[in-house]
């Protein structure tokens, strides 16, 4: 569990847990597929797309998270955290550095924001589906060689690709599938119920907040509970609803989180049907302890808002809540920017990242060294310049040149080293937090929204609810120089 901002876990009365991507991890690309080919067959055949279409294959491996896309352009950029861009495709194919400068470069007065509605920013796994569905209709419409797709610009493209595959998540082709095979799809966890009840134990409230509807929370959480597909009969039972003392499905965040009107049902677990609910005034109408006598008439529910929750948990303030959630801005962002949720944001990939971070060490330490010989040929440029009595003599000049050609074979060096070693993070996008040498915006966001960040929700478990969680410690340039080695510190008048 890495820190990016203290967290004291006494502090913390409510835990609560996503599901999707959170505590149930998906198999790919298995779980992907089921997505990318029912949207596919509504493309073609609601949709009048090409019959082209249902032949193209799904490659999750082309994609990181971070990415942005640009429906306007049918454009995938990946930018750093001054937003700038680094790396960009059409479609599939590289985008040269001439054109991407020109097509995001900062004009006069004008910084590019990508906060427009054409910007959609690749937050969560769920995504990769999207991206390559739509990459591959930006290819075949560039071919030029279907009407239909002539007459469509890339927004409207990706707008029906988006209405697909959402599609698919509400009419049960992706679901409905997943239920009747959860274990091929649904990957155990057998760390779950232990931290769970830890945590109930150690006098923590839990809570479940979930975009998925009943029917399907409750059998991937059964999946989980009991490590293996369950008759209708245990199904019935739900007993994993006991590591919780709040459920709620169908939240639809982000607007849970945001909008303060969103009524609140009581889901019944026998049939999945809902009842109605006064909601706050229902609880205040029990009188006293009327949040747990709410609860006591059932503690699952579907909608609502966070009053709601924070209600029933009786907790008085956001710092006292950690969300654990996958999507970077409907779990991490909204949640701790809108509430003051504490939160914990899970990253699957940095398992990977770090691995290869490490077999890259000499790799990165050699690029290291050449662009401190960089600063070093810079350094020794001035000091010519301010110490020639002349210098604009030929023998000054010269010695300039030489340094700008010394400089010059730096620089294509590290541009070959760079290359190579972001390439063996990902072939195409490079490292997930980094963009060049400056941190990617995915990981600004992630240093600046998550208190803490991990592979996988189950690491909580491995320390305890007394746990103090800190910061390494942050250094600007002037004390990263000041703490290198080769670093002298000399005091001048």
């Not at 960009?88 to 590289?94: E, K, L, N, Q």
């Not at 000049?397 to 993070?425: G, R, W």
């Amino acid at each position: 569990v890495f820190c990016n901002r203290e967290l004291k876990m006494s502090a913390i009365k409510a835990i609560g847990f996503d599901m999707d991507y959170t505590l149930a991890q998906y198999e790919q690309p298995a779980f992907d597929k089921l997505a990318f080919d029912g949207a596919k067959e509504k493309l073609v055949n609601a949709l009048g797309y090409p019959e082209e279409v249902l032949d193209f294959e799904y490659d999750h491996t082309f994609w990181v998270r971070g990415l942005i896309i640009d429906t306007l352009r049918g454009n995938f950029l990946k930018i750093d955290r001054h937003k700038y861009v680094r790396l960009a495709y059409h479609g599939f194919t590289p985008i040269t550095s001439e054109i991407r400068k020109h097509l995001y470069s900062r004009t006069f007065n004008v910084v590019p924001s990508f906060t427009e509605r054409h910007f959609v920013n690749m937050d969560t796994l769920f995504q990769h589906v999207d991206a390559h569905l739509f990459a591959l209709l930006v290819d075949l419409k560039d071919k030029g060689e279907h009407e239909s797709l002539d007459l469509k610009t890339y927004d409207e493209i990706y707008r029906q690709v988006r209405e697909c595959i959402d599609l698919c998540h509400r009419d049960g082709v992706i679901k409905d599938e997943a239920a009747l095979n959860p274990e091929k799809y649904i990957i155990p966890d057998p760390d779950m119920v232990p931290m769970l009840k830890e945590m109930q134990e150690s006098g923590v409230k839990t809570f479940l907040l979930t975009n998925s509807y009943w029917e399907y929370t409750s059998v991937a959480m059964n999946f989980l509970y009991h490590g293996r597909k369950v008759d209708d009969e245990l199904m019935k039972k739900n007993e994993w609803m006991d590591l919780f003392d709040v459920v709620v499905v169908g939240s639809c965040k982000p607007a849970y989180l945001l909008d303060r009107n969103l009524s609140l049902f009581r889901v019944r677990p026998e049939d999945g049907s809902l009842l109605n609910t006064d909601g706050l005034f229902e609880i205040e109408a029990l009188g006293e302890n009327g949040a747990q006598k709410f609860l006591d008439m059932g503690k699952c529910f579907q909608g609502g808002n966070s009053q709601h929750l924070t209600r029933m948990l009786d907790v008085g303030a956001g710092e006292e809540i950690l969300y654990v959630g996958d999507h970077l801005y409907s779990d991490v962002l909204r949640s701790k920017r809108s509430l003051g949720w504490r939160s914990c944001f899970i990253v699957p990939e940095i398992a990977d990242e770090m691995k290869v971070f490490r077999e890259q060490l000499t790799l990165r330490k050699q690029i290291a060294e050449l662009r401190a010989l960089r600063d070093e040929l810079s350094l020794f440029g001035d000091s010519i310049r301010r110490n020639a009595k002349d210098p604009t003599s030929e023998a000054v000049q010269t010695k300039l040149k030489q340094i700008d050609k010394d400089d010059e074979k730096i620089k294509d060096k590290l541009t070959v080293l760079a290359e190579q070693y972001h390439a063996a993070f990902h072939p195409v996008w490079g490292q997930m937090f980094h963009a060049g040498y400056q941190d990617s915006r995915f990981a600004y966001f992630v240093q600046n929204y998550a208190c803490v960040y991990t592979s996988k929700a189950t690491n909580l478990g491995l320390s305890t609810i007394s746990r103090s969680f800190r910061t390494s410690g942050e250094m600007l340039p002037h004390d990263k120089l000041l703490a290198g080695r080769a670093t002298e510190f000399i005091e001048v008048d």
